[in-house]
């Protein structure tokens, strides 16, 4: 199914703030002074002097399945008390959109980091109501292209508590709450026979060596990530199972201005995970350009490297090519799926980024993504 997004325009506002507090202006400049005022500041290294800084952006957008609607993203890098400079920022980001369609969503995702770097708090809020296409589970089904409507929503809270035990390695709890209900569906013989509402509760631990310069923007360094969650039946889940989630990324520089990143990632589910639980491929962050969810099984394998390059000033521009597939077995495991695709990076603030990413992949799926940070 093609999904194509057409960004009408976008609105920038931003504004820089300080522990120690800034005086106000009795009189502002107008809104297109004050932007390009604040886009210039990028040029300085205020990152490494500022304790808060946020920015905001926010625009009307179009898109073939959720029609027109009004998107708005916040990000906020931040210094907890007690943390020197030298040590890079906390961060999050907080993402809302809504459209003509019924489609809406709000979601916050980000890292703290505690004084001395000596724990970290990984965490993400998310809440969709999506009316959205649903394939079943399986690559056959995917490419059969015979997929039903869905008006549900899912939900999802995960924490990883990090506590750092040597230079770079980090072990913690990790807990999950996922849920997700179809709504009111046509037919229910993609679901085999499964509720249409699920929930999951998960607890387990994650085993993290994090040597990027930078969580959001790396340009060197290698991150590597291993979260096991168990969700056993004595803690409330119809569908028991157990997922592992598994990163590896490394970061480069390979000539003037020009960084080369590179990723592999799986998510494996042992058990008996439920349609909403299952892997799938396709998100802004890698598989650009697949729709969510239409390639869904027990397990996901991908690759993609990148090769970003700074231009002129602020800008900038990536290409990336990758591969990935979802399977249940070693016989789908041969079934890869192609990607690729083109990209371009303005910087808003020194290391944040806006990017615009135009992903392509096989079975007519390609698609544009638009937000903040490095994709990986």
């Known amino acids: 199914m093609k999904r194509t997004i057409i960004y009408l325009a976008l609105i920038f506002c931003g504004v820089a703030a300080h522990a120690t507090g800034d005086s106000i202006a009795t009189r502002k400049p107008n809104i297109f002074k004050r932007i390009m005022n604040y886009i210039s500041e990028s040029d300085t ?9 946020w920015f905001v952006l ?12 009004l998107a708005l993203a916040g990000s906020i890098s931040y210094r907890m008390n007690g943390c020197d400079f030298s040590l890079q920022p906390s961060n999050a980001m907080l993402k809302t959109d809504i459209t003509t369609a019924g489609f809406w969503s709000v979601a916050m995702v980000g890292t703290t980091i505690f004084p001395d770097d000596s724990k970290r708090l990984n965490y993400e809020l998310r809440y969709d109501y999506a009316p959205s296409e649903f394939w079943g589970m399986g690559y056959d089904r995917a490419v059969e292209d015979k997929s039903i409507q869905l008006h549900g929503s899912e939900a999802k809270i995960q924490a990883d508590m990090m506590f750092r035990i040597a230079r770079n390695v980090y072990v913690g709890p990790a807990i999950e709450w996922n849920y ?7 037919s229910d013989v993609l679901f085999d026979g499964q509720d249409r509402t699920v929930r999951n509760y998960g607890a387990g631990y994650a085993i993290q060596y994090d040597s990027r310069d930078l969580i959001t923007n790396a340009t060197r360094g290698v991150y590597v990530y291993l979260k096991q969650v168990f969700k056993p039946k004595f803690l409330w889940n119809k569908y028991a ?15 003037r201005d020009a960084i080369i990143a590179s990723e592999i990632r ?14 799938r491929l396709g998100n802004n962050a ?14 996901s394998m991908s690759a993609q490297v990148e090769v970003r390059q700074h231009i002129w000033r602020h800008s900038g521009i990536v290409a990336w ?27 808003v603030r020194k290391k944040m980024n806006i990017r615009f990413d135009y992903g392509f992949g096989t079975h007519g799926e390609h698609g544009l993504v638009m937000s903040m940070y490095e994709s990986f």
């Open 58 to 69: 926010g625009g009307p957008h179009y898109e073939t399945d959720s029609k027109f609607g």
């Open 286 to 299: 890698n598989m650009r350009g697949y729709y969510k969810g239409r390639f869904r099984d027990k397990h």
């Open 180 to 186: 997700a209900t179809s709504g009111k569906v046509d």
């Open 321 to 347: 090519v990758g591969v990935g597939n979802v399977f249940h077995d070693t016989e789908h495991f041969k079934k890869l799926l192609p990607n690729f695709g083109i990209g371009y990076r303005f910087e």
């Open 266 to 279: 799986g998510l494996f589910n042992f058990g008996n995970p439920s349609w909403a639980m299952m892997s």
């Open 241 to 255: 199972f157990t997922s592992t989630d598994f990163r590896v990324a490394y970061y480069h520089t390979a000539w």
């Open 45 to 53: 290294s205020r990152i490494d002097t500022s304790r808060v800084k």
